[in-house]
């Protein structure tokens, strides 16, 4: 009786079979070279395999449900465009998915960090916030993180970017305030935003 060959079963089976035989590793890294030519079937298996792992990372950096299940469809935009960039001889697959879920939702922090500024209502909040630890946990670490940016400007130049961007004080105001030019108080501003936006995007 002849005995039965792998080319003999059925294609269904075979790919089980084939699939048994692959590691984790092989797997996804075939998934991701099948979805760099568009396979959609690819990109779902891709998905089922790997989406708690990449939620785990951006819900750990984000805090908030909503806004991560935000950025990981994202992510899976990015893998769905970018699969082809994927170098096995550089890499594992779930190493490389993983770094696009970090730097995405850094990339959210940083962006909702600078418009945190739109969110506060005024300065006592802002200093009431960091004094009593009650901070809204929708944006607790991006309030955070701007606080530790604005902690390290000058007292003066702290308080007068919260009054220009909070309280909605002109140049004018500001400059009666601090008796000083206005052309001198935009000078602070600019050079005060520059040094804000670089330690935010540290």
């Not at 269904?12 to 030519?37: F, Y």
């Not at 998915?97 to 995405?104: G, K, P, S, V």
């Amino acid at each position: 009786m002849r005995h039965l060959g792998a080319m003999d079963l059925p294609i269904s089976l075979q790919e089980g079979i084939l699939r048994i035989r692959m590691s984790p590793r092989e797997d996804l890294t075939n998934n991701l070279m099948r979805v760099a030519k568009r396979d959609p079937e690819a990109f779902d298996a891709l998905y089922q395999a790997t989406s708690a792992k990449l939620f785990g990372i951006v819900i750990r950096i984000l805090h908030r449900r909503e806004l991560a299940e935000e950025v990981l469809q994202d992510v899976y935009l990015k893998i769905w465009e970018r699969a082809g960039d994927f170098n096995p001889a550089k890499g594992s697959p779930i190493t490389w998915m993983a770094i696009l879920a970090r730097n995405r939702a850094l990339d959210c922090v940083r962006r909702h960090a600078a418009m945190a500024l739109d969110d506060v209502v005024n300065i006592d909040e802002l200093h009431n916030c960091k004094s009593e630890g009650h901070m809204d946990v929708g944006f607790s670490d991006d309030l955070r993180r701007l606080m530790d940016c604005l902690n390290g400007l000058p007292q003066d130049k702290r308080d007068m970017v919260l009054l220009a961007y909070h309280q909605g004080y002109s140049r004018e105001d500001l400059s009666r305030r601090y008796n000083s030019p206005v052309n001198t108080i935009k000078t602070w501003l600019h050079r005060s935003l520059a040094q804000l936006r670089d330690c935010l995007g540290s």
